[in-house]
C-alpha cells in the first residue's frame, strides 16, 4: 500500500514563492558542487604539475578579458530576461517579441 501523497511545508502566504526558494536553495547546493569540483581539479592539476596556480588568478590580457566580460554580459541578459516580463511564445497576442537589450538566439 503506497503511502497518500503529502503537500509540501508551506512558509510564506504565496506558495509560489515557497516553490521560489526551493529553486534558489537547489541552484545554490548545485554551484557549491560546482565549485568544489572546480576546486578540486585544480588542485589535482598543480598536484600533477600540468598547471601553475598562480595563473589562475593572474590578471587577464585586455582581449581576454574582453570577451569574458562579453560572455558575462549575455548570461546577464539571459539570466534576467524572464523578470522583463515579455512574451516570448506565440500565442493570443501575436508573434514573438524580443527586447532591445535581450540577446540573439542565433
Known amino acids: 500500500m ?14 509560489a514563492i515557497d516553490q521560489l526558494m526551493g529553486t534558489v536553495m537547489n541552484l545554490a547546493l548545485e554551484h557549491y558542487v560546482l565549485l568544489d569540483r572546480v576546486q578540486a581539479l585544480e588542485a589535482a592539476l598543480a598536484h600533477a604539475k ?7 588568478t593572474r590578471e587577464r590580457d585586455p582581449a581576454e578579458n574582453g570577451a569574458a566580460q562579453e560572455r558575462a554580459a549575455r548570461f546577464a541578459a539571459s539570466l534576467l530576461e524572464p523578470l522583463l516580463g515579455i512574451q516570448h511564445a506565440r500565442g493570443a497576442s501575436g508573434p514573438v517579441q ?7 538566439s542565433t
Open 50 to 56: 600540468l598547471i601553475d596556480p598562480a595563473t589562475l
Open 98 to 104: 524580443r527586447h532591445p537589450s535581450a540577446p540573439s
Open 2 to 15: 503506497q503511502s497518500p501523497v503529502r503537500r509540501e511545508q508551506q512558509f510564506f502566504q504565496d506558495p
